[in-house]
């Protein structure tokens, strides 16, 4: 019983110590105490053990065992797991840098007429304006206080100019319509001064008839052979009667140059 004990704690012994030895980490002596070189781990091997995944199990067989071991001990199987490697890069495997040229500054050239703002450039502003650049936002330009004032001025003394043209149109409106009125007059002036002539004229012209009326019925009475005294009743009754007749006329004369004097004040 105690050999079987022994035996399987020897085997087991050299198993782990071979699975160590698998691994890398330690050199450890042979069954038979002789000295085994330590070697790193074929790349082949290594590459072998990584295809293979964590999962699978590698199936290891112990050594013969003689007749008189496997009579009073069962043959035990040992199962090993090889743990999961990563391919080691080899210098060809190993990517290659590239290189990269430094970023040269982007340089803007200014446009000719145009300032910056905010990252873009705008046309200057004309005469009299000022370029103002928010600090979000567009630019725009702002009319400058001077040019403001020169507006102000500008508007106002066209603002005069304005009234005083209409002030000068006004007045010639008036002046024109006073000397349309004014020759409106005058023209009823001229009508009725026409008017007030025709009729003083016509009456004129009847004490003219009647004075030649009478110094021809003064000449037929004297011509006619009768006493002197019929001659001389008949001849004042003539002159009588034309006397009469002119002071009627004149009269009149006078009525109408009162009538022609009132309507001439009335256009004035």
Same mark, same amino acid.
């Given at each position: ?137 567009? #630019?725009?330009? /702002?009319?400058? +206080? @001077?040019? %403001?004032? !020169?507006?102000?001025? *500008? $508007? &106002?003394?066209?603002?005069?100019? =304005?009234?005083? #043209?209409?002030? /000068?149109?006004? +007045? @010639?409106? %008036?002046? !024109?319509?006073?000397? *349309? $009125? &004014?020759?409106?007059?005058?023209? =009823?002036?001229? #009508? ?9 004229? !016509? ?66």
């Amino acid at each position: 019983m105690l050999n079987f004990f022994g035996s399987l704690f020897h085997k087991t012994g050299i198993m782990l110590v071979s699975f160590i030895t698998v691994m890398g980490l330690v050199s450890t002596p042979t069954p038979n105490n002789a000295p085994v070189p330590t070697s790193p781990i074929p790349q082949a091997a290594v590459q072998q053990a990584s295809s293979t995944s964590s999962s699978e199990a590698v199936t290891v067989l112990p050594p013969s065992i003689p007749q008189s071991e496997t009579s009073s001990a069962p043959s035990v199987k040992k199962t090993l797991v090889a743990p999961s490697v990563s391919p080691i890069a080899t210098p060809q495997n190993q990517p290659q840098m590239e290189t990269v040229a430094p970023k040269q500054p982007v340089v803007t050239t200014p446009l000719l007429n145009t300032t910056l703002c905010n990252g873009t450039y705008y046309p200057n502003c004309s005469a009299g304006y000022n370029f103002v650049c928010p600090t979000v936002g567009g #630019a725009y330009c /702002q009319i400058s +206080q @001077q040019q %403001q004032r !020169a507006n102000d001025q *500008a $508007a &106002q003394e066209a603002a005069l100019q =304005q009234q005083e #043209a209409s002030a /000068q149109a006004a +007045q @010639q409106a %008036q002046q !024109a319509q006073a000397a *349309a $009125a &004014q020759q409106q007059k005058q023209n =009823q002036s001229n #009508a009725l001064t026409t008017t007030y002539n025709n009729q003083l004229n !016509a009456l004129n012209q009847q004490i003219v008839n009647i004075k030649n009326q009478y110094y021809t019925d003064l000449a037929a009475n004297n011509s006619n052979p009768i006493p002197l005294e019929i001659q001389q009743g008949r001849a004042q009754q003539l002159l009588t009667t034309a006397n009469n007749q002119i002071a009627q006329i004149q009269l009149q004369e006078q009525q109408l140059k009162l009538n022609y004097q009132e309507q001439l004040n009335a256009l004035q």
